[in-house]
């Protein structure tokens, strides 16, 4: 294996090139996904056949919390990925632990909203669009799922193989994840949240 | 309904019988040739493991092949049962299961298919690679090609087909109307194969993108490799949308949401919205491969260089973006109003003006040259004016005041194919025969094919051009039957003789591989048609690492000009070359998905469970997997080249 | 320890953060539909951007050209289908 | 070549066909939106055929004067770039046919989606709606329902109002005009006008299961005195529409023609507010308020002739 060393650890193969733009690319198909699920959601708001309307059970708070702890987890990650380029493993590792804490306890806070939509009577079978709703939250929830699995696994990895051009390949890749999810769920608090309870 | 009631056919016949049995036995056939010629560890360890681009392509094509005749015995069915007025060879449960399953499994398990095996087996060649980005990812995405196809396709032993037509539209599609598993075939073997279309587009995205030859600059690229990127692109933006509609579609029916619902909010319309906003780029991803193999073959055969290359490359962008602006074309008649009808009409006449001037290119790139009538030729040839006929006829579909009159007749089917028989059938064929000898060592018998082509091309026209006419006085699409005073029998008489003709040339063409395999000569060179890329600098047959050099480029057609002008292709030394390993886990995570889909289709949860625990297990297992694969030394490279190179 | 926290990713949090409280204008103020909407968009896409540039170092690498290309892309399909379903699914009734 | 000769007589042959012997239904029009639709489908097939006919010509020409055989042995076809100023005139023509045919589309699609002009009378609103696999056809004016069949008069544009209690249909007169969805959630409307007597046949063109083929139906477009004795007729002979009698209607399946005293609209109406939106409420409203001045004005006819 060819190793350039001009370039970070991540960058250094020509595979691990190609797995970065790679998943850059399949980045662009979930912004298609997405994208589809906004279309459809913009479609079905107002759909709300004898359920609850998005004003009647959105709530600020615990949207401002999620927003915020993952905010923070992005920025978390972007410091992970900054410290892995310096080649300090255990901060790394301490700052991609934190990432995926403040990731579990968005989904915490996540759970907590499902509920409280649930017992104010909008399930997913109620109407259109509490099926939207669901689904388009439930989709970035289960990325954030996925990712908390994935990012245990890289950490593993690292502890037990340290910073090789693989390791940091896939962690790389994981931090651009992580950021994207972010990014997703930017626009879910504003044309969600924020536009159904304006 | 009784737990085991769901797995019965709804409506058995002698025709479902057979065909059942004729599964069971062709599996035991296979089962047994393999265990009695002790062919299963050649079989395992050459094929289902394998992760070079060359043989995923030719398994590709061999179940587009494969899928062509299961849909096009669905389309002889079909003709043969609205040959004559009042029929009653099928009844309308039987037809509307047919025509669902003949356009599903031609576009997606078909079309899509026979795309990816030349894609697959071309592009690395083409762009001087030795393999794909992601070999591995490559194989993953033919064995969920693979499965997905399986799922479908027993479905008719197994609880029944879809029968809501292959744009499956809510709610004709929701549990209310179609209480059958069939539709829940529909949405999981989809979706699946989609998945694996959606990574393949990434993959090769990656390597157009990534592993050219030092040299070959974007607009150095053969004209296919262009339309290769292209239609992934198109691939990775469109098939999300696919994947969100169906798995909306699922929930419907098996989660009792409402989506495309009548009530509670739902919105049946946003369904057929959905599934046109991954359904127009996906005509597209199914042509513009086509254009591709055209530009080769044609440049080819009239021994001159491509028309205008510039300005097929912009008209192929063009067209990509173009395609997602405008699908409300295919729904123009659901009462959104005359403004945004205008809108969606003009968007859709202006993809004329691109494909135009591709025709025109074309037709130039024939002037001045020395046309050879090959028989990659003649499809290539015969393309120009039948598809510019369909094309034309999509030029009036597209004028939304005429649509209202078009729109669900015969006149649409008759363009529809009239664009995708010549546009992608006609181009599968001709890359099939041209590259064929790449691919098997040996030339298709050249007189054989010519005698298919006349029979295709000719059974293309009769089949279809009365369906415009029929379609003009009045006849629906997707009708079982109709009565004498409706004067369609004349018409659909003469479809029927066509589509007969249509057969012939296939069996033809299957009747020319066996010939050829049994008698063409095998000591062919390795640049048979005297073509112009890069391809044609390998050896026949083609060694595991495609290139022993990696070819330096200079001009979108290098090769020629190793030929002509004594350009220096191969300027390196022989190095030892890096190669992946095969690998078991692309067609186990495969029937993984398998399971995982025919569990979903009838709700068996825990199996759903487990399954999808096993599919994310497997990837842990790749994630931890140590395989860096393997180098082959200078030695066996050097012993591989003495025989056909033209090194 | 300061090496650890540059100063570019603190920006771009504290820019998150700013752009996030700015948003939230739209739900503590009463404003139009149209001044509510615009703000909405402005700070979402400019979020978008810090968490591109700031913190996926999109513009790093050799294939910055085909990152944006295809960023680009997935917008223009995004935005296609959100406004073309929009108007042939609700406003083209009106 | 032998394919281009093919092509051409099959050209030939359907262009007689369409333009002779027995009139295609779609390019025989009955009313001016038809006509329109059929003036608009002409224009484009001569377009087309103009474009279809310089491709065929050109390519045989080509494929003719430079096929191998007849070149010599040791010709070496020239390289050639592509030509800048060809290529934008094949780049142009198409942008100039695009923008005729458009303007064309704009025009007509309007024309069509509005009520036909030159009739001095208010358009006969009619709600159309389909059941697996029937048509339900309702007078709310003259208070009268059908099954399967229409009675419309000349001198008046029709103004159907389509739903469905079932999949998507689609509603199709070809010779008065061109489809329209019926859906189960919203009322789309169609403006129709038959000018010549006669009877016409119309169908579902949307696919909606088992029964599809046969979900057909009969326009009698007749003279205003033929179509007011009909009214009457029917409102003295004919049976009243129970809630009950419309319930065994829905059943899927098929049904002859029958007629009816009465509207389901009263017992079932038809879905209202699709987009939730305050407009289209506003819109229903009004739907809702020429339905009911309608009622009154048949009222005091009715008490006219009383």
């Not at chain 2, 990509?320 to 009462?335: A, E, I, K, P, Q």
């Not at chain 3, 700031?54 to 910055?64: I, Q």
Request: net charge negative; proline share 4%; with cysteine.
């Amino acid at each position: 294996m060819k190793i350039d060393q001009t370039l970070p650890l991540e960058y250094s193969t020509e595979q691990n090139r190609l797995n970065i733009l790679g998943f850059w690319i399949f980045l662009g198909a979930e912004i298609a996904l997405f994208g589809t699920l906004f279309a459809s959601y913009f479609t079905l708001v107002n759909r709300t056949g004898s359920g609850p309307t998005a004003a009647e059970i959105f709530e600020i708070m615990p949207v401002i919390i999620e927003t915020v702890l993952l905010l923070i987890s992005s920025f978390t990650i972007g410091l992970g990925i900054h410290a892995m380029r310096l080649g300090r493993k255990r901060a790394m590792l301490i700052f991609f632990g934190s990432t995926l804490l403040l990731g579990l306890s968005f989904l915490a806070v996540e759970i907590y909203d499902f509920i409280v939509y649930i017992h104010e009577g909008a399930t997913l079978q109620t109407s259109g669009f509490t099926a939207i709703l669901f689904t388009l939250l439930g989709t970035h929830g289960a990325h954030i799922i996925f990712g908390l699995f994935w990012g245990l696994l890289i950490m593993y990895q690292i502890i037990k193989n340290g910073l090789t051009p693989e390791t940091t390949n896939k962690a790389f890749i994981f931090s651009l994840y992580w950021h994207f999810l972010d990014v997703i769920w930017i626009f879910i608090f504003s044309f969600v949240f924020l536009k159904g309870m304006m | 309904m009784n737990f085991f009631d769901r797995f019965a056919v709804p409506n058995p016949s002698i025709t479902i019988y057979a065909s059942m049995i004729a599964i069971a036995l062709t599996v035991i056939a296979i089962i047994a040739g393999l265990t009695y010629f002790k062919k299963w560890q050649y079989v395992w360890s050459e094929w289902l493991t394998t992760v070079d681009h060359k043989r995923i392509g030719i398994m590709y094509l061999i179940s587009a092949l494969i899928m062509l005749f299961r849909g096009g015995a669905d389309a002889i069915m079909m003709r043969a049962q609205t040959a004559v007025p009042d029929n009653t060879l099928l009844g309308a449960k039987e037809y509307n299961e047919i025509f669902t399953t003949h356009g599903v499994v031609m576009i997606i398990f078909m079309a899509m298919a026979f795309i990816m095996a030349l894609m697959n087996f071309a592009i690395p060649l083409q762009i001087g690679a030795r393999d794909v980005a992601f070999p591995r990812l490559n194989a993953l995405s033919y064995w969920l090609y693979f499965f997905g196809a399986m799922l479908f396709n027993i479905s008719f032993v197994i609880g029944g087909s879809p029968d809501s037509g292959w744009s499956s539209y809510f709610p004709l599609a929701g549990t209310d109307f179609s209480q059958s598993v069939g539709t829940n075939y529909y949405m999981l073997a989809l979706q699946i194969s989609g998945l694996g279309t959606l990574l393949t587009g990434i993959n090769f995205i990656t390597t157009i993108l990534k592993m050219r030859a030092p040299g070959m600059t974007l607009m150095k690229m053969p004209m296919f490799v262009w339309s290769a990127l292209v239609t992934n692109f198109i691939i990775v933006f469109a098939f999300p949308v696919l994947t969100v509609a169906l798995a909306m579609g699922t929930m419907d029916r098996l989660f009792g949401t409402n989506f495309f619902t009548t009530e509670n909010g739902g919105m049946d319309m946003l369904w057929a919205n959905l599934f046109w906003v991954w359904g127009h780029p996906e005509v597209y991803i199914l042509i513009l491969p086509a254009f591709g193999i055209y530009s080769e073959i044609i440049s080819t055969f009239a021994r001159r260089n491509l028309y205008g290359y510039k300005s097929m490359v912009i008209s192929m962008v063009a067209i990509s973006l173009l395609s997602f602006l405008v699908w409300v074309h295919h729904f123009f008649t659901m009462g959104q109003g005359a403004l945004v009808n205008s809108i969606f009409s003009v968007t859709t006449m202006v993809i004329a003006v691109p494909t135009g001037i591709k025709i025109f290119n074309w037709l130039f790139t024939l002037r001045k040259g020395k046309i050879e009538f090959t028989v990659p030729m003649l499809y290539t040839l015969g393309f120009i004016p039948i598809f510019t006929i369909g094309g034309v006829t999509g030029v009036m579909l597209a004028m939304a005041s005429a649509d209202y009159q078009y729109h669900n007749t015969m006149f649409l089917v008759a363009h529809f194919h009239l664009v995708i028989i010549p546009g992608v059938v006609f181009a599968m064929i001709a890359g099939l025969t041209y590259w064929w000898p790449k691919m098997f060592g040996f030339m298709l018998n050249e007189r054989i094919g010519k005698w298919a082509f006349w029979f295709i091309a000719i059974g293309v026209c009769v089949t279809f051009f009365p369906m415009f006419i029929s379609g003009l006085n009045g006849q629906a699409r997707r009708m079982y039957t109709y009565s004498e005073s409706t004067g369609f029998g004349i018409w659909n008489m003469i479809s029927f003789v066509g589509a007969l003709g249509l057969l012939v040339g296939f069996i033809l063409i299957v009747y020319n591989i066996y010939y050829s395999t049994r008698y063409s000569p095998r000591n062919i060179p390795g640049d048979p048609w005297d073509a112009r890329s890069l391809e044609w600098a390998t050896p026949t047959p083609v060694p595991e690492y495609n290139f022993a050099v990696i070819p330096h480029v200079d001009s979108s057609e290098a090769f020629w000009d190793y030929k002509k002008k004594g350009y220096q292709l191969f300027r390196d030394p022989v190095q030892s070359i890096h190669m992946p390993n095969n690998s078991g886990l692309p067609i186990i995570i495969g029937a993984g998905f398998f399971v995982w889909g025919f569990a979903f289709v009838f709700g068996i949860w825990p199996v759903v469970i487990l399954s999808t625990l096993f599919i994310f297990g497997c990837l842990a297992y790749r994630s931890l997997e140590k395989d860096h694969g393997h180098y082959i030394p200078v030695s066996d490279i050097e012993i591989d080249e003495q025989g056909g190179s033209v090194q | 320890m300061r090496a650890l926290f540059p100063l570019k990713q603190v920006m771009g949090l504290i820019c998150s953060l700013t752009l996030t409280a700015a948003a939230l204008t739209v739900y503590f103020f009463d404003l139009s539909f149209e001044a509510g909407s615009s703000v909405l968009l402005i700070t979402a896409f400019l979020q978008a951007i810090i968490q591109l540039t700031v913190f996926m170092h999109a513009g790093e690498g050799e294939d910055k050209k085909i990152i944006y290309t295809g960023i680009y892309y997935g917008a223009f399909v995004a935005l296609v289908t959100v406004f073309g379903s929009l108007l042939a699914l609700v406003w083209g009734y009106y | 070549m032998n394919l281009r000769r093919i092509m051409m007589v099959l050209i030939f042959a359907c262009t007689t066909i369409l333009a002779g012997c027995q009139p295609l239904k779609v390019l025989d029009p009955k009313g001016p939106q038809a006509r329109t639709t059929a003036n608009v489908i002409w224009i484009s097939i001569g377009t087309m055929a103009v474009v279809v006919l310089v491709v065929i010509a050109m390519f045989a020409y080509l494929i003719i004067k430079y096929r191998a055989s007849k070149q010599e042995e040791d010709y070496e076809p020239p390289h050639i770039e592509g030509s800048l100023k060809l290529e934008l005139i094949w780049t142009a023509i198409p942008v100039v046919i695009v923008a005729f045919l458009s303007v064309v589309t704009i025009i007509s699609t309007f024309k069509v989606e509005d009520v036909p002009e030159g009739y001095s009378k208010e358009p006969l609103v009619i709600y159309a709606s389909s059941s697996n696999w029937k048509w339900h056809f309702s007078y709310p004016n003259e208070d009268i329902e059908t099954v399967n069949y229409l009675y419309i008069p000349t001198d008046r544009p029709v103004q159907f109002k389509l739903y469905s209690y079932g999949p998507i249909s689609s509603f199709w007169i070809p010779q008065l005009g061109g489809q329209k969805y019926a859906m189960a959630d919203m009322v789309n409307t169609l403006n129709l006008a038959a000018d010549v007597p006669g009877e016409y046949s119309g169908r579902n063109a949307n696919f909606t299961g088992e029964g599809f083929a046969e979900q057909t139906f009969s326009v009698n477009a007749v003279s205003p005195q033929e179509y007011t004795d009909w009214v009457e007729e029917v409102k003295t002979t004919a049976d009243v529409l129970t809630k009950e009698k419309f319930g065994e209607l829905l059943q899927p399946g098929h049904l002859g023609q029958s007629t009816f005293k009465g509207t389901h609209l009263t017992f079932s109406p038809p879905p209202e507010n699709h987009q939730m939106g305050e407009k289209s409420t506003e819109k229903m409203d009004t739907d809702m308020n020429e339905m009911n001045m309608g009622d009154m004005e048949d009222m005091d006819h009715s008490n006219m002739s009383q």
